[in-house]
Nanobody
Framework: QVQLVESGGGLVQAGGSLRLSCAAS????????MAWFRQAPGKEREFVGA????????DYADSVKGRFTISRDNAKNTLSLQMNSLKAEDTAVYYC?????????????????WGQGTQVTVSS
């Protein structure tokens, strides 16, 4: 079983930055794909980015490429999402997700484990 707990959300002005964290526990994460999704009111859950816990390349949605960065802190067993140059359209609940399959892709339905989400609000 996997437990994921997000933190770090809040209110920020457009152009500002926020760093989200996802504390992961419950199993060995080697080979597990970790991802960030977001969901704005009235919209479907949207892929933000993903990477293997073990390393390798990181994939990002075009809408956040160059502004958001996913990284891992081995010592703290956390996955972070650094968000820079935030825009009003980045406002959403952000979720951490995990899946043990090698290529879960960008569809939310492909991920087995989810955190509770953290709200990010960007004021314009």
């Amino acid at each position: 079983q996997v437990q994921l707990v997000e933190s770090g959300g809040g209110l920020v002005q457009a152009g500002g930055s926020l760093r989200l964290s996802c504390a992961a526990s419950g199993r060995t994460f080697s080979g597990v794909v970790m991802a960030w999704f977001r969901q704005a009111p009235g919209k479907e859950r949207e892929f933000v980015g993903a990477r293997s816990w073990s390393g390798g390349s990181t994939d990002y949605a075009d809408s956040v490429k160059g502004r958001f960065t996913i990284s891992r802190d081995n010592a703290k067993n956390t996955l972070s999402l650094q968000m820079n140059s935030l825009k009003a359209e980045d406002t959403a609940v952000y979720y951490c997700a995990a899946d043990p399959s090698p290529l879960p892709g960008v569809e939310a339905k492909s991920y087995d484990y989810w955190g509770q989400g953290t709200q990010v609000t960007v004021s314009s």
